[in-house]
T-cell receptor, first 112, second 119 residues
Framework: GESVGLHLPTLSVQEGDNSIINCAYS??????FIWYKQESGKGPQFIID?????DKRQGQRVTVLLNKTVKHLSLQIAATQPGDSAVYFC???????????FGEGTQLTVNP | GAVVSQHPSRVICKSGTSVKIECRSL??????MFWYRQFPKKSLMLMAT?????????EQGVEKDKFLINHASLTLSTLTVTSAHPEDSSFYIC???????????????FGPGTRLTVT
């Protein structure tokens, strides 16, 4: 399953499928991008990050892709599990500072 | 390592009263902490940047006299919501950046959040 831009804030997938969550950013000065997972009633949890000099970075079951040309970021989750159900946020940070700007988030629901 | 705690986790207060929320870095020192506000099904909105030993930097539109921030030590920042009103009800989240040696690691570690309900 795949979320499309910021106009589809929910994504529902079957357990075992791959999930793709998309994020558009607007600040050309951003050089560092992070994906966070937030479960209900909890703070954001770091998943994976990528710097602007990279196009792709892989973690355990997760991959982040960065397309600077169109200012697009995506998070791919392989073999999605019920425990992956949460809201996923992308965040960007400018070269010169430490402030993070968060995207709108996507609610991922994994059906067993 | 890099654990951030918040206290209380939930608080209910009456309209017109003030409430203080604490943010602590448990196993590292943090010269910079951030305070965010999050409404239901919405994203995190940065309210202010808290620097140890100096005044906080507030984002545009955030009332500094209403949301008092004190960063008195390298492990503690507090947010006080003064004269709270029902519209201040929200989920408040802090984060901290570790200060390691002579260089800064800009990675933010988030607290678990505080649910404020103003009646």
């Amino acid at each position: 399953g795949e979320s499309v831009g910021l106009h589809l804030p929910t994504l529902s997938v079957q357990e075992g499928d791959n999930s793709i969550i998309n994020c558009a950013y607007s600040n050309s000065a951003s050089d560092y991008f992070i994906w966070y997972k937030q479960e209900s009633g909890k703070g954001p949890q770091f998943i994976i990050d990528i710097r602007s000099n990279m196009d792709k970075r892989q973690g355990q079951r997760v991959t982040v892709l960065l397309n600077k040309t169109v200012k697009h970021l995506s998070l791919q989750i392989a073999a999605t599990q019920p425990g992956d159900s949460a809201v996923y946020f992308c965040a960007e940070r400018e070269t010169s500072g430490s402030r993070l700007t968060f995207g709108e988030g996507t609610q991922l629901t994994v059906n067993p | 390592g890099a654990v951030v705690s918040q206290h209380p986790s939930r608080v209910i207060c009456k309209s017109g009263t003030s409430v203080k929320i604490e943010c602590r870095s448990l196993d590292f020192q943090a010269t910079t902490m951030f305070w965010y506000r999050q409404f239901p099904k919405k994203s995190l909105m940065l309210m202010a940047t808290s620097n140890e030993g100096s005044k906080a930097t507030y984002e545009q539109g955030v009332e500094k006299d209403k949301f008092l921030i004190n960063h008195a030590s390298l492990t503690l920042s507090t947010l006080t919501v003064t004269s709270a009103h029902p519209e201040d009800s929200s989920f408040y989240i802090c984060s901290a950046i570790p200060h390691r040696g002579g260089s800064l690691n800009y990675e933010q570690y988030f607290g678990p959040g505080t649910r404020l309900t103003v009646t």
